[in-house]
């Protein structure tokens, strides 16, 4: 295949799975890898010039989060994200975190909460520095800690694993148009409502941030399709 950007793995055993992993949830948001698509474990290998055994298991690993799916004798297909998976990603998403912030605006120490301005500043550091990956990561970081303060594992869990079923193809496009800018300052929007303890104006920030990222996800399909 050889297309593959080409990303620098350290060779230690105990990691090598997990980092080929990541490499190809990289690859998977920035659109490298291509949704319906079927990738062999011993191409892509060749890609990051190891052996097949550590991406044939990252990609079980993917395959587990809904990501790829494995087909017999030839390899892992991308999975492809439909409209109405993402609305339903979306509704669930909706029916946990827009409650919850509410809620933890009431009960969250403010160190806490203020912690988290940081990663919100990386987030908008990202989107400007068209640094995708870095975007996605920090965003992740953010929700998932700021749900983390309600105390409930298993919630995290769930909108975790919402958020990697759900996740971006073909950054490049919104990059290009600036669209993920807007999405990005609304993290320090909905902080600083927190941090002023207005709990209502926290839900309304986070109803209109899940609309906006859903209208980034179908602008996104709809350039890649282009």
Not at 161 to 179: F, Q, V, W
Request: aromatic share 4%.
């Amino acid at each position: 295949m050889g297309h593959l950007t080409h990303r620098d793995l350290n060779a230690s055993r105990e990691r090598l799975r997990d980092q080929v992993a990541h490499a190809l949830r990289a690859a998977l948001i920035s659109g490298e890898l291509r949704p319906g698509v079927v990738y062999s474990a011993p191409t892509l290998a060749e890609d990051f010039g190891i052996s097949a055994t550590p991406v044939r298991e990252a990609m079980l690993d993917l395959a587990r989060e809904g990501l790829v799916e494995p087909v017999r004798n030839k390899g892992f297909r991308v999975t492809e994200v439909d409209e109405r998976d993402l609305d339903q990603y979306t509704e669930i998403r909706a029916l946990i975190e827009i409650p919850m912030v509410a809620r933890i605006t009431r009960i969250a120490a403010r160190e806490d909460l203020e912690a988290l301005r940081p990663v919100a500043e990386d987030i908008v550091r990202a989107a400007r520095e068209h640094d995708l990956i870095g975007y996605l990561e920090a965003d992740r970081l953010f929700h998932l800690t700021l749900l983390g303060l309600a105390g409930n594992e298993r919630l995290v869990e769930t909108v975790g694993d919402l958020r990697k079923r759900s996740r971006l193809y073909g950054l490049t496009a919104l990059d290009e148009s600036g669209d993920l800018i807007p999405s990005a300052e609304e993290h320090l929007e909905l902080l600083d409502l927190m941090l002023a303890g207005d709990a209502k104006g926290a839900e309304k920030c986070m109803t209109r941030h899940l609309g906006h990222v859903r209208s980034l996800w179908a602008k996104g399909d709809r350039t890649t399709g282009e």
